[in-house]
C-alpha cells in the first residue's frame, strides 16, 4: 500500500507566481490534512478536507490560499502570487476516518522556495 | 485553543545515554496525544500515541511515553539511544476533527 504522495518534493516560484502543491492520500483514506513548517517552527495545521468538502479552514491565510480535494484526483493547495514568506514546507497527511483515535499518516513534503 | 510546548529544542547525547524530552500541552476536551519522529531527509512518523488507558505507552524502536494528567505532560523516553535516533521529534496533540497541534520540535543529536 503505496503511503501518502506530495509532489513536487521541491517548488521554486518567484515572487508574484502561484505555486500548487499536491498531496495524494493512502488508498482508502478520504481525510487530507495540509500542515506548513516554517523554519525553526513546528507544523501548524492549515486546513482538513474530505473529499468535495473543505471541513475546516481555520489555518489558513484568509488571502491567496486555498485548498480543494475533488471527488477524482489529488488534493491541491495552492497559493497564488506568492511571497518571500510562503517560503516552507508543506506537508500533507491522510487518514481513514475522523476522530482522535485515527492517526494520520504523512507525506514526505513539498519544499516552496519564493526566491 | 489548544498548544505544545517541548521544552528542549536541541538535546546532545552519547551513543547508550538514556533520553527524555519534555512534552506540555494544554487542551479543555478528551486528550489524544501523539510523538512523531522526522528521521533527516525523510517524512514524520509516529512513534506511539495515547488515547485512553494505561498511561505509560510502549512504541516503536524501544521509545515509551508516560502521559500525566495532572501534570498535563506527555513525556517521551528511551532508555538507551543509538546513534540511529538523531532526528527531530514532535510532540503533538489532537483536537476537534483530528488537526493536530503540534510542539516546535526537539532535534536530537547522538554522537556515537
Known amino acids: 500500500n503505496a503511503g501518502v504522495m506530495q509532489n513536487p518534493r521541491h517548488l521554486v516560484r518567484r515572487r508574484g507566481q502561484e505555486a500548487r502543491l499536491r498531496c495524494s492520500p493512502m488508498k482508502g483514506h478520504s481525510h487530507v490534512y495540509w500542515y506548513r513548517q516554517l523554519p525553526e517552527e513546528g507544523l501548524k495545521f492549515m486546513v482538513y478536507l474530505q473529499k468535495e468538502n473543505i471541513i475546516d479552514e481555520s489555518g489558513m491565510p484568509k488571502e491567496r490560499f486555498s485548498a480543494e480535494f475533488p471527488k477524482e484526483g489529488p488534493s491541491i493547495l495552492r497559493i497564488q502570487q506568492v511571497v518571500r514568506g510562503d517560503s516552507a514546507a508543506y506537508f500533507c497527511?491522510?487518514?481513514?476516518?475522523?476522530?482522535?483515535?485515527?492517526?494520520?499518516?504523512f507525506g514526505p513534503g513539498t519544499r516552496l522556495t519564493v526566491t | 485553543a489548544q498548544s505544545v510546548s517541548q521544552h528542549n529544542h536541541h538535546v546532545i547525547l552519547s551513543e547508550a545515554a538514556s533520553l527524555e524530552l519534555g512534552c506540555n500541552y494544554s487542551?479543555?476536551?478528551?486528550?489524544?496525544l501523539f510523538w512523531y519522529v522526522q528521521y533527516p531527509g525523510q517524512h514524520l512518523q509516529l512513534l506511539l500515541k495515547?488515547?485512553?488507558?494505561?498511561?505509560l505507552v510502549k512504541g516503536i524502536k524501544g521509545f515509551e511515553a508516560e502521559f500525566i494528567k495532572s501534570k498535563f505532560s506527555f513525556n517521551l523516553r528511551k532508555p538507551s539511544v543509538q546513534w540511529s535516533d538523531t532526528a527531530e521529534y514532535f510532540c503533538a496533540v489532537a483536537g476537534g476533527y483530528s488537526t493536530l497541534t503540534f510542539g516546535k520540535g526537539t532535534m536530537l543529536l547522538v554522537s556515537p
Open positions: 497527511a491522510s487518514s481513514p476516518g475522523t476522530g482522535g483515535s485515527y492517526e494520520q499518516y
Open positions: 495515547y488515547f485512553s488507558g494505561d498511561p
Open positions: 487542551y479543555g476536551g478528551t486528550v489524544n
